[in-house]
C-alpha cells in the first residue's frame, strides 16, 4: 500500500494557497475568514472519504476513520494557521499527509484495528492571537477558562472571545473547556512536519524520526545598581550594570557551550538606562532565551546562569530580579514509536536518521498526556521556512506520507507501548 504522491501534491497546494497575499506567501490565521474557507476545504475532504468529522468548541478540527475495534483512536495531524506570509507546508504538511494516509486505507478497503483521528490545530503559530500552540493546549487542557477574554489581538486589541463568537462553526468561547479531550480516549499522537532548518538539507537525507522536543526557558534579568558620572566616579566605586550584563550575556553562551549538547541559548538585547554616553547605568535588562532538550541539564543551565548573576552582582554591589515568561520542559518521543517509525521507512528503503526538534511543536504539549511519536522532513530550500520561500518537494512530501501510513498500520494494530 502507497499513498497518491499527486493527489497529495495538488490538495496541499490547493488548501496551502488559501491566504496568500500579495506581498508573497500565505497569511491564514485562526478565525479569520480565509482560515474558514481553509476549513470548509478540509472537513468537505475529509466527509468526501466518510471520516466522523467535528470541530471542537475552540476550533479544531477531527475526522474520525473507525478501526476493526472499539480502542484508543490513534491521533495524527498538525496545525493549519500559518506566520505572516508563510509558506505551504509548515503544519499543512502534517494534516494532509495524514488525510492521504487515511484515503488509501480507506479505497483499499483496509481497516485497523485501532481507529485514527486525524486533527487540525488551531492558533498554533498565534499570530494575532498570542500565546503559541493554543489548540492543542485547549485538548490538554492547560488553558485558562477565561482565556477568550484575557488574550486579545496583538494589533487591533480585540478580545479572543468576538473573533472566536463571528468565526461560529461550533466555536464557544464560553466553553473553551468542552475541547478538552480524555487522554484514555487515545493511544498516542503522531506529527509529521518540516524541519525547519537545514539540518536534514546538509546530511542529504529525506527524513528524520525525531527522538526529543528541547524545552524553552525564556526569562528577563533586571539589575539595579547607582548612576554617575562616567569622569568622576573611579572605576573601584562603581555600581555598573551594563558592565554585569555583558559579562552575565557573555556567561550565557559559554555555558549553553559547555554543555556538549547542542544548547542553544540566546541574550537577544541589552537594555540599559539612562542610557547615555557619559552616564554610568544604573539599571540593565537583558532577556535569556535557551533550548535544551536533556531534562537535566535544562534545570542545571538555570541554575548556573543565576549563580553566576548572583556572584556578578556581589562582585558590583548591584540588586536583581528574575522575572519568567517562558517555562516549557523537554518533551521526549515514545522510544516504541521511534522503533516503529524506523520500521517503516527502512520497510520503504527512505534514509533516514534521528535529531532533536529545537523548534516547538503542538507534540509538546500531547506529549504531557500521550506517548508521541514525530517524523520531520527536508526543507529543501536552504533549510528556509516561515517565509515564502519555504519548500519541500514533491518526493520528500510522499516519503513523509508513506512512512506515516506504513507508522499508522502498524501502531493500528499495535497492543500497547
Ligand atoms: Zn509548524
Redesign the pocket.
Known amino acids: 500500500m502507497r499513498i497518491n504522491r499527486e493527489r497529495l501534491w495538488e490538495k496541499q497546494h490547493e488548501v496551502g494557497a488559501i491566504g496568500a497575499v500579495k506581498e508573497g506567501g500565505v497569511s491564514r490565521f485562526a478565525w479569520t475568514p480565509e482560515y474558514k474557507e481553509a476549513c470548509g476545504k478540509l472537513m468537505g475532504w475529509m466527509e468526501e472519504i466518510g471520516l466522523e468529522v467535528r470541530m471542537d468548541t475552540v476550533g479544531n478540527i477531527f475526522g474520525r476513520y473507525e478501526g476493526r475495534e472499539e480502542l484508543p483512536a490513534i491521533l495524527c495531524g ?2 493549519f494557521d500559518t506566520v505572516p506570509n508563510g509558506g505551504y507546508f ?2 499543512l504538511t ?1 494534516i494532509m499527509a495524514a488525510l492521504e494516509a487515511v484515503t488509501i486505507m480507506k479505497e483499499e478497503g483496509y481497516k485497523p484495528r485501532r481507529p485514527i483521528e486525524i486533527v487540525a490545530f488551531i492558533n ?2 498565534a499570530s494575532q492571537f498570542l500565546g503559541g500552540t493554543f489548540g492543542s493546549k485547549a485538548m490538554c487542557g492547560t488553558l485558562p477558562e477565561d482565556y477568550a477574554d484575557t488574550c486579545c489581538h496583538r494589533v487591533t486589541g480585540e478580545p479572543l472571545r468576538r473573533a472566536m463568537t463571528e468565526f461560529g462553526m461550533g466555536t464557544d468561547p464560553d466553553r473553551i473547556g468542552a475541547s478538552r479531550i480524555k487522554p484514555e480516549d487515545y493511544f498516542c499522537f503522531i506529527e509529521v ?2 524541519e ?1 532548518g537545514r539540518y536534514l538539507l546538509d546530511k542529504g537525507i529525506p527524513l528524520s524520526v525525531v527522538s526529543d522536543i528541547a524545552g524553552i526557558k525564556q526569562f528577563y534579568i533586571e539589575l539595579h545598581g547607582v548612576s554617575c558620572h562616567a569622569g568622576g566616579m573611579a572605576m573601584k566605586d562603581r555600581h555598573d550594570t551594563l558592565q554585569a550584563a555583558a559579562a552575565i550575556a557573555v556567561e550565557v553562551e559559554r555555558l549553553a557551550m559547555a554543555t556538549g549538547n547542542d544548547t542553544r541559548s540566546t541574550v537577544g538585547y541589552i537594555e540599559s538606562k539612562p542610557g547615555e554616553h557619559n552616564i554610568i547605568a544604573n539599571c540593565s535588562v537583558l532577556p535569556v532565551d535557551y533550548r535544551e532538550a536533556d531534562d537535566k541539564i535544562w534545570n542545571r543551565l538555570y541554575e548556573d546562569i543565576l549563580d553566576f548573576v548572583e556572584k556578578e552582582c556581589g562582585k558590583r554591589g548591584l540588586t536583581w530580579s528574575v522575572h519568567s515568561t517562558c517555562d516549557l520542559a523537554p518533551a521526549h518521543c515514545n522510544r516504541k514509536i521511534m522503533e516503529v517509525m524506523e520500521h517503516a521507512a527502512e520497510d520503504l528503503k527512505i534514509p533516514h536518521n534521528e535529531m532533536v526538534s529545537f ?1 516547538c ?2 507534540a509538546v504539549n500531547m506529549e504531557r498526556i500521550l506517548p508521541i511519536g514525530m517524523i520531520f522532513v527536508r526543507s529543501s530550500n536552504g533549510g528556509l ?1 516561515h517565509c515564502p520561500e519555504e519548500y519541500t518537494t514533491k518526493e520528500d512530501l510522499g516519503d513523509s506520507a508513506d512512512v506515516l501510513l506504513g507508522t499508522l498500520k502498524t501502531l493500528g494494530e499495535t497492543e500497547k507501548l
Open positions: 498538525s496545525h509548515d503544519g502534517g498554533e503559530e512536519h518540516i525547519q523548534p511543536h503542538d521556512s
